[in-house]
């Protein structure tokens, strides 16, 4: 049977199993090492995002961020595909990576905000205490990434995954898949699903980047498991966002 693989590519078995044999160095990948890299990552998407998020506190025009929220985007999935394909390249390109993540989650935040007022804080408390809630049981070995477990998930965010790229692609043809973006019970039941599943996707990095420092891979590769943790961070975030936005729209 092939081996499982997370539905992010930054995380995956084959990746830790590659890098020990292509690395002999005497620093190995530790959890606390990674741990260390995944905050210094998140102080970057802060640092970065407070760039568009006072620049639209001051002219309250989204139209002056949108280059910042479209390219910023773009370039940040463009310096992800360099590191999952040349995992070498994490400890150069992951701060890269968080410091465009933070110019675009900090216009769309601030826009959010604007519109939805208290939104972000919700967001980020909410983030934040799945992903600590979802450690320490993972720690307390109270849930466990076993193998179906990881194919139940990683089959519901490529289902996910698939409707978002179909979405895209009827947004340039002209027509509109329904639930992503409208606040109809349907709708909101969908965000809800997407943030679970999210969420859960927390519990197969937790476990990968486990399995990478048993395996005693090289130092370097706390910077990707760090990069990856902080990419389903990212999502997990955005999709809350998105769920609360639905739910004040709706009053």
């Not at 590519?9 to 020990?20: G, W």
């Not at 002219?59 to 961020?65: G, I």
């Not at 070995?141 to 179909?166: D, H, M, P």
């Not at 990707?224 to 990212?234: C, E, H, K, R, S």
């Amino acid at each position: 049977m092939a081996l499982y693989k997370s539905k992010n590519p930054a995380l995956s078995t084959e990746v830790f199993t590659k890098a020990k044999r292509i690395d002999t160095s005497s620093e190995v990948m530790t959890i606390n090492g990674t741990v260390n890299k995944a905050a210094l990552l998140g102080l970057i998407v802060l640092s970065s995002s407070l760039i568009t998020w006072n620049l639209y506190q001051e002219t309250q025009d989204f139209l002056l961020l949108k280059p910042y929220v479209i390219g910023g985007s773009i370039a940040a999935f463009i310096v992800a595909l360099v590191i999952i394909f040349i995992n070498t390249t994490a400890p150069y390109l992951s701060p890269v990576y968080c410091g465009l993540e933070g110019l675009a989650l900090g216009g769309l935040s601030a826009f959010m905000e604007a519109k939805f007022p208290g939104i972000v804080l919700q967001s980020v408390i909410l983030t934040f205490g799945i992903l600590f809630s979802l450690l320490t049981i993972y720690r307390l070995g109270i849930i466990k990434a076993t193998e179906n477990f990881k194919l139940i998930v990683a089959s519901s965010t490529a289902g996910i995954a698939i409707y978002y790229i179909a979405s895209l692609a009827g947004g340039v043809l002209g027509f509109q898949l329904p639930y992503i973006h409208d606040n109809s019970t349907g709708g909101i039941i969908f965000s809800l699903f997407v943030v679970v599943i999210a969420s859960l996707n927390l519990v197969i990095d937790f476990d990968f980047i486990e399995k990478g420092a048993e395996s005693k891979s090289p130092k370097y590769m706390e910077w990707y498991a760090a990069f990856g943790l902080m990419v389903t961070i990212i999502w997990l975030y955005l999709e809350i966002l998105r769920l609360l936005a639905k739910s004040r729209s709706r009053k």
